[in-house]
C-alpha cells in the first residue's frame, strides 16, 4: 500500500524559506509525476489548489502564484519530493501535501501546515 508523508512545515516570517519533504512509500514514486498541492485556510474541506510538479524525466512544472519563488525536486532513490520555498509570503499560508499529478484520492496524506507570518 502506498503512504505519503510530509514533513518540514512550520512558522516563517514573510521574506523567509521553508523546505518540505515528501517520502513514498510503494512502488508509484519512479513512474509518476509527482506534484505538491495545498489547502489555505478557509477553503473546503478537501479543496486543494496545486502548486508544483516534477515528472520522472525531470520536467518541472509550477503555478503561476509561486514561479520564481519556489522550486521542486525529487530523489528517486530516496523515493522523496522536495519543495524549496523561497520568499514566503502571508499568501503562502495553507497545510502542503504531496500527491501524485493528477492527483488520486487514496494517496493524500496528514499534510504540513505552513504558517508565514510576522
Known amino acids: 500500500q502506498v503512504r505519503l508523508v510530509e514533513s518540514g512545515g512550520g512558522l516563517v516570517q514573510p521574506g523567509g524559506s521553508l523546505r518540505l519533504s515528501c517520502a513514498a512509500s510503494?512502488?508509484?514514486?519512479?513512474?509518476?509525476?509527482m506534484g505538491w498541492y495545498r489547502q489555505a485556510p478557509g477553503e473546503r474541506e478537501g479543496e486543494r489548489g496545486w502548486?508544483?510538479?516534477?515528472?520522472?524525466?525531470?520536467?518541472?512544472h509550477f503555478a503561476d502564484s509561486v514561479k520564481g519563488r519556489f522550486t521542486i525536486s525529487r530523489d528517486d532513490a530516496m523515493n522523496t519530493v522536495y519543495l524549496q520555498m523561497n520568499n514566503l509570503k502571508p499568501d503562502d499560508t495553507a497545510v502542503y501535501y504531496c500527491?501524485?499529478?493528477?492527483?488520486?484520492?487514496?494517496?493524500w496524506g496528514q499534510g504540513t501546515q505552513v504558517t508565514v507570518s510576522s
Open positions: 502548486v508544483a510538479g516534477t515528472a520522472p524525466d525531470g520536467f518541472t
Open positions: 500527491n501524485v499529478v493528477p492527483p488520486l484520492e487514496q494517496y
Open positions: 510503494g512502488s508509484i514514486f519512479k513512474k509518476y509525476t
